[in-house]
């Protein structure tokens, strides 16, 4: 298992692509596991530590469908302890009031429920009137990506925003092999340093 899950809610395929991106080309081999909301659950976002979710924005300002299924499932997780990054597709002149909003809601709903969000992205160079992801301070709660109208930003975008979140993600730890032999008995940690000074004080 790889340290880092990347789970993707997509309706057309741009934002699976660039989940896949992430993990094929801008992160180290082996470093994250691959997930479709649609067919996720529970166990498999709560089996990681780190965790980068994406998702597009459909409707008017609305989650994509595997999205919205989803959302019960985090009742069944324990997000405290978690580190979060977040990026979303959207249209920002077909959708110029309602840009990336399905990214921003899924930040409020992440971190209601104490998840620790990294991979705030500036609002500069992108040109729209609201988004439910702007945090109103110049940045975004997480990358916005626009492959309807700005995909030449798009190579440039992610490696910046993968190189800024890798550190927090711990992206560099090498996947989790299972151990070859099983440990038959439990080691014991050697006596620390202060308890054998105490006792050897305690003999003379
Ligand atoms: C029916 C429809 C509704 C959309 N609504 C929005 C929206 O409200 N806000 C937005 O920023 N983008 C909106 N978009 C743009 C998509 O989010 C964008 O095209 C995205 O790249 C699609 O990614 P996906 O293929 O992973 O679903 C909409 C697109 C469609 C087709």
């Known amino acids: 298992m790889a340290s880092i899950g990347i789970f993707f809610a997509s309706e057309t395929g741009n934002t699976a692509e660039i989940a896949r991106l992430i993990q094929q080309q801008y992160l180290p ?20 530590d780190s965790l980068i979710f994406g998702t597009s924005t459909m409707g008017c300002g609305d989650y994509p469908t595997s999205l919205e299924a989803f959302l019960p499932e985090f009742d ?10 977040l990026f979303g597709l959207g249209d920002q002149y077909g959708y110029p009031g309602e840009l990336a909003d399905a990214l921003g809601m899924l930040y409020e709903e992440l971190r209601a429920r104490g998840a620790e969000l990294v991979g705030f ?5 992108y040109d ?17 990506l626009d ?14 925003w993968v190189e800024a979140i890798r550190g927090d993600l711990q992206a560099d730890r090498a996947p989790i092999e299972p151990l070859a032999q099983p ?20 003999a003379a």
Request: with cysteine; charged share 25%.
């Open 76 to 85: 069944e997780i324990d997000l405290s302890g978690k580190t979060v990054a």
């Open 183 to 202: 440990l038959v008995e439990p080691l014991r940690p050697a006596p620390s340093r202060s308890v054998a000074a105490a006792s050897s004080r305690r």
């Open 147 to 160: 492959q309807d109208n700005q995909p030449q930003l798009t190579p440039h975008r992610l490696s910046a």
């Open 29 to 48: 081999a082996g470093a994250a596991d691959l997930y479709d909301l649609e067919i996720a659950d529970a166990a498999d976002v709560d089996a990681y």
């Open 121 to 125: 992205w500036p609002t500069v160079g």
């Open 128 to 144: 729209f009137e609201a988004s439910r992801a702007d945090l109103g301070d110049g940045y975004f709660c997480g990358l916005v």
